[in-house]
């Protein structure tokens, strides 16, 4: 789950010159000494941010004792993190600090739930790019927290064909012949599809990854059963609309993965909060 330090450090940076501006108000009449924090866990859930949070310590003179690791559980009533510093540094830090942790923590937790439904069937959870502008790297690394898998990161690292792609393409063999030669050799090709007849012209043309788009479970099956008696070699991944009441009966259908958005965009925050000793 590791973030690069650099990445880290910015998102800091840019998240407390958001709140802090040009200095926290308090501090000017605040008599400055070394004080004991901690957070506290005010409802139940599994845990992220930490590597976000840690990156703090090459801000500021800080120290940080855990209690909780990324993706573990915790309940109401725990102590997350115990906080060393000045009195200024962690008044001011306290919001920007518990906001990581909540909005990590949120989609963790949602993340933990949907994940829990489809591991007997041996099915990955995969998020999308429905990610808040600027904070996908952050989101998708709370995904990672909760026991999901990454989609790709953006439109450079696998090329995904979706129906408004598809509606620009002539000849879609063709298109994947050519396009084989123009993509870096490792990268992986998906096709969405919203029926059999595109399934079987996507399996023809040499795909890598089918998208069951939005299909109703009868045809996921057939789908499975097609790819598994001729393209084994073939990922299948289904999509569009699933919600936490279907996710275990589209698992079941032995497609290899499934994709939620809502994981992200409708995950909630848990409740936490930082006291001082």
């Known amino acids: 789950m590791r973030v690069k330090d650099w990445q880290r450090v910015e998102f800091i940076q840019n998240a407390l010159k958001e709140d802090i501006g040009r200095g926290d108000l308090f501090s000017r009449i605040l008599d400055s000494k ?9 409802s139940s859930g599994v845990f992220g941010g930490r590597e976000y949070i840690e990156a703090f310590k090459s801000l500021f003179d800080i120290e940080l004792e855990w ?22 540094d962690l008044l001011s830090l306290e919001r920007t600090i518990l906001d990581i942790a909540l909005h990590a923590s949120g989609i963790a937790t949602m993340t933990k739930i949907y994940v829990k439904k489809i591991e007997p069937y041996g099915v990955k959870l995969l998020d999308t790019r429905k990610t808040r502008p600027a904070l996908r790297e952050f989101e998708k690394y709370a995904v990672r927290c909760g026991g999901g898998l990454n989609h790709r990161m953006g439109l450079d690292d696998a090329l995904m064909l979706k129906d408004t792609h598809l509606k ?11 396009i084989r030669s123009k993509i870096p050799f490792t990268t992986k090709i998906e096709i969405e599809c919203e029926d059999l007849e595109m399934v079987k012209e996507a399996f023809e043309a040499g795909v890598d990854i089918v998208m069951c788009d939005n299909m109703p479970l009868d045809k996921i099956r057939e789908v499975v059963a097609l790819r598994n008696s001729y393209y084994p070699h073939i ?18 259908t032995g497609i290899d993965a499934i994709s939620s958005g809502s994981i992200i965009h409708q995950a909630t925050w848990i409740d936490l909060s930082m006291k001082v000793k």
């Open 67 to 88: 209690k909780v690791k990324d993706g573990e559980e915790f309940i109401f009533g725990d102590t997350l993190l115990i906080l060393r510093g000045d009195s200024q």
């Open 34 to 42: 070394r004080i004991e924090a901690y957070i506290l866990a005010k």
């Open 235 to 252: 990922l299948l991944e289904a999509s569009g609309n699933i919600t936490l009441d279907t996710i275990e009966e589209v698992a079941k």
């Open 168 to 178: 620009t393409i002539n000849n879609l063999k063709s298109f994947i012949k050519e």
